[in-house]
């Protein structure tokens, strides 16, 4: 099934999937009294936007959930709140966009010092570790040092995520002209075998042509085939015109099998075995800003609603979905109709990266979103659904939304892959657990499968 043309059947089924809460779905266990901190969060943020309608819709929805439970007067109180140190918290961000890791550090310190009670968030201390290492990683490749580089990236695999696919391909392209080729084909090959950006994969295996062998070229044609065959045509036309630049025509045997060699290991993000749960897919109708601090330093934070949508991508690049989320809003505010779509687009993407899978499905509902988007928004919702779902061991609703993230896309992700064969397992499915960490070893073996197969062994 094309991956980007939905059934009506399986529309009505997502449509459920998507919009329905996931404890509205039956549950395993018994329901929460009242409402956690994550599940406050939409609350919080639409009060403190002073957006009643999207307040009051979500208050309805946590009394319909939570019947017992007698709401705040003050919802901003507590935990989450507005209370502490904003102005202290934009100079962070804006120092760790410039480049002043170690000046940011200490204005953390110092923070904390005047707000005794104000803890980093996470979100913060994560941007300021993967910005560092960023940073490390674009002066070992400017040096020419690729081993530094590749060392660097090991450490801190998430540079190596496909939401960072420049940095896999600068890393191949030094790789390649320090004459490690083979290391260069793995990266290359990780990239193939785990990203789910069909654009990135064409991209990737262009680039891979320019030092691949022919039968490493198959292989990698091979891959793409069988985790996108929706696209076999792209694929067919692909091929034909690189062989073409080499002066021969498509190979008559290319494997349509599985990529048989090493995986790239820390080259893409992937869950851990038992699973840790929680990478999503990035969107994939969009390429990352290439340079997004050097973008929020350029810009001003007074824009107009058009200025607004750019340099809400590069907030959101950065890891700050809170205040993408605001330039969203403001773009979507006025200006043409396509910047308001695009707009609404990054609105819901910021709030799926704030784990608000309720309000990113109430956007995509309501907006006409391109094919593409909408197809980009619903992965993601059902990813995050089904992640949410098995971190609560309910493992029968995991699957469910595992299923339809394999249908709609048109394959199936390798990480979710394997929670869903834990969640089976769990289930009590040993047999269907152990089939489907056999089929997942068949297709790469890892000690990710071989723990599966220990653990559902009959």
Known sequence: MPARLIPSRLRRSLTILL??????????????????????????????????????????????????????????????????????????????????????????????????????PREM????????????????????????????????????????INN??????????????????????????????????????????????????????GEARRRFPAQAARWDELETRLAAGHGRSRPAGSPTGPATGPAAGSAMARAGDPPSPGATTPPSSRVATRHPAQCLAGTSPAVTSGQALTR???????????????????????????????????????????GMADSAARIAATTELTRQQRLDVELWILDQRGVSAYQREEYRQAVAFFDAYSELAGFERRDLAILRAYALLHMGKRKAAHAAFQALHDVLASEETRNGLRASAP
């Not at 507590?78 to 804006?94: A, C, K, N, T, V």
């Not at 993408?324 to 308001?340: C, D, I, N, V």
């Open 125 to 164: 201390t994560e941007l300021l570790t993967l910005s560092r290492a960023q940073a490390s990683f674009d002066r070992a490749l400017v040096a020419a040092d690729s081993g530094q580089a590749a060392r660097i990236a090991a450490a801190m695999p998430a540079l190596l995520s496909c939401e960072r």
């Open 168 to 221: 896999a391909w600068r890393l191949a392209q030094a790789q390649q002209m320090a004459g490690a080729t083979q290391e260069a084909f793995r990266l290359m090959q990780g990239i193939v075998q785990s990203c789910g950006n069909g654009e990135h994969v064409t991209a990737t295996l262009e680039k891979a042509d320019g030092f691949a062998t022919p039968a490493q070229m198959a292989q990698l044609f």
């Open 19 to 120: 919009l329905v809460p996931a404890l509205a779905l039956p549950a395993s266990g018994s329901l929460a009294q009242a409402p956690s901190e994550e599940d406050l969060r939409a609350l919080r943020y639409y009060r403190s936007q002073n957006d009643t309608p999207s307040y009051e819709a979500e208050l309805r929805r946590l009394r319909v959930r939570f019947p017992d439970w007698t709401p705040s007067a003050d919802p901003l109180a507590g935990p989450g709140g507005l209370e502490g140190p904003s102005r202290e918290i934009d100079g962070i961000y804006q120092l760790i966009a410039s480049g002043a890791f170690d000046a940011a550090e200490a204005r953390i310190g110092e923070t904390r010092l005047h707000y005794p009670d104000w803890i980093p």
């Open 312 to 354: 809400a991508w590069c907030a959101y690049d950065m890891q700050r979905p809170l205040e993408a989320l605001a330039l969203f809003r403001r773009a979507a505010s006025s200006g043409p109709a396509e910047q308001k779509r695009d707009a609404r687009f990054g609105e819901a993407l910021s709030l799926l990266r704030l």
